[in-house]
C-alpha cells in the first residue's frame, strides 16, 4: 500500500492533476496502530475505514468534475463521460458492499469475513487509480 | 522509495512545476515518512470521519452529478 500511494502520488505530481487535498489526507497510514486505540491494532479496519470515506469522496469530486465539464470532456473524449457513467451506475452498489462487509467483519473478525473485506478495499483502490488517470488525460489538456 | 520520492518532491518544487500540488501532497509524504505508532487520538480521527460518511454519503448519492444523463450529440448524431 505504502508503495502505491508513492506511485499514485509520483503520477498526480508529473500528471499535474489538481488532486483534492481529501484524497491525499485519507490515504490510511502505514504506521503501526495502537495498542489502545479504536481498532486495537486491526489494520484491515482501519484500512477500511481510512479508504472507504477517501474513495467515496473522491469518487463524488471526479463525478463532479465531469458534469461541470462535459462538453468540453466530451470533445477531448467520450470514455471521460463513458467511465462516469460506469461509476454512476456501479459504484454505490460497491460503496454499499464495502459497507456490508466492514459491518459484518467488525461484528465477526472471521478470517474470510477479513478476506472479503480486503478484496472490496483493493476494488475501491483501484478505482481510485483509474480516476487519476482520467483525471490526468484532462489535465494534459487543460481541464482542471 | 521515500527518499526518492521526497527528492522527485524538492525537484519538482526547484522547477517550480505543480508548487500546489506539492504543497498538497507534502501532507501525504510527511505522513508517509513517519515512525512509530499513531496514537489512539489519531485513530479516533480516522474513526470520526468513517462514521460521518457514513451518516452522509446517502444523501450524497441522490445529487445531481450522480445523475446519468444522455451523451451530448455530436455533429455525427446530429440529424
Known amino acids: ?144 | 522509495m521515500d527518499k526518492v520520492l521526497m527528492l522527485l518532491l524538492q525537484a519538482l518544487q526547484v522547477a517550480r512545476l505543480g508548487n500546489e500540488l506539492v504543497a498538497v501532497l507534502k501532507p501525504t509524504v510527511d505522513e508517509l515518512l513517519k515512525d512509530g505508532r499513531l496514537t489512539p487520538e489519531e485513530e479516533a480521527a480516522y474513526r470520526a470521519t468513517y462514521t460521518e460518511y457514513r451518516a452522509t454519503s446517502p444523501q450524497t448519492l441522490l445529487e445531481p452529478q450522480w445523475r446519468i444523463d444522455p451523451d451530448p450529440l455530436t455533429p455525427e448524431s446530429t440529424p
Open chain 1, 1 to 144: 500500500m505504502k508503495k502505491l500511494i508513492a506511485s499514485v502520488a509520483v503520477i498526480v505530481l508529473l500528471a499535474g492533476v489538481a488532486v483534492q487535498p481529501v484524497f491525499l489526507s485519507g490515504c490510511a497510514s502505514t504506521r503501526q496502530l495502537s495498542d489502545t486505540g479504536v481498532y486495537a491494532g486491526d489494520r484491515v479496519l482501519f484500512t477500511a475505514e481510512a479508504v472507504t470515506p477517501t474513495t467515496f469522496k473522491f469518487v463524488n469530486d471526479f463525478l463532479a468534475f465531469e458534469t461541470r465539464n462535459r462538453t468540453e470532456l466530451w470533445t477531448l473524449s467520450h470514455d471521460i463521460k463513458h467511465f462516469a457513467d460506469k461509476l454512476r451506475a456501479e459504484f454505490p452498489a460497491q460503496k454499499q458492499r464495502a459497507d456490508e462487509l466492514h459491518d459484518i467483519y467488525a461484528a465477526t473478525k472471521a478470517e474470510g469475513d477479513r478476506v472479503k473485506l480486503a478484496d472490496i478495499i483493493r476494488i475501491l483502490e483501484n478505482i481510485t487509480i483509474e480516476i487519476i488517470s482520467y483525471q490526468a488525460e484532462a489535465a494534459q489538456r487543460g481541464i482542471k
